[in-house]
């Protein structure tokens, strides 16, 4: 069966009050469906399957095309195309877990935003790196490290004036103490 048009519009129109148009369709198995809904009263569009768009088809929001989400076949892509590009979580308490593959098939959480916290977490055993070369490690396993593997200098700057740079570690009896500092002031 078809609908065709040879020119002009074609509308499809629901003037009852808060009433709805619903596209349904055979569900695989000799039944009937719901697949998606224009809902006149909340005034939005429900989708109750997946949307599928294929290789190199954006997903394009805003007026202006603002955001592009697509896949290339190989790649996927979320692209700001105009302004600042936020990812805002929200939801009270609720973080923004960064996940990808964990070199053996699995996926697991490299660094996440703890919104309980206010921090951003990075679990045990995973590296933050800088450089392209992989020039500076910081690094927690068993135990804690920040090493650097650059031919040039390591520096540790203090940019407030007359402020020191204080070394201090456990002492021994549950507390915190200074073993040395750097005094900014007495230089």
Wanted: charged fraction near 25%.
């Amino acid at each position: 069966s078809y609908i065709d048009i040879a020119n002009g519009n074609l509308t499809f129109r629901q003037t009852t009050d808060d009433g709805d148009i619903i596209f349904q369709c055979d569900d695989g198995s000799g039944g009937l469906t719901e697949y998606f809904r224009v809902d006149g009263s909340s005034e939005n569009v429900l989708f109750s399957k997946l949307i599928k768009l294929s290789d190199n088809v954006e997903l394009r929001v805003g007026d202006g095309n603002d955001i592009k989400i697509f896949s290339d076949g190989t790649d996927g892509y979320i692209s700001g195309e105009t302004g600042n590009l936020y990812i805002r979580q929200r939801g009270d308490d609720k973080d923004i877990i960064f996940q990808s593959d964990d070199g053996s098939g699995g996926v697991e959480t490299y660094f996440f935003l703890d919104g309980s916290s206010s921090r951003t977490i990075f679990p045990d055993s995973k590296e933050l790196v800088f450089g392209t070369s992989n020039n500076l490690f910081i690094f927690h396993g068993t135990h804690s490290y920040i090493q650097n593997y650059t031919s040039g200098d390591f520096y540790i700057d203090q940019r407030v004036d007359d402020k020191d740079i204080i070394f201090r570690a456990d002492d021994g009896a549950g507390g915190t103490g200074e073993y040395f500092r750097l005094d900014g002031s007495a230089a």
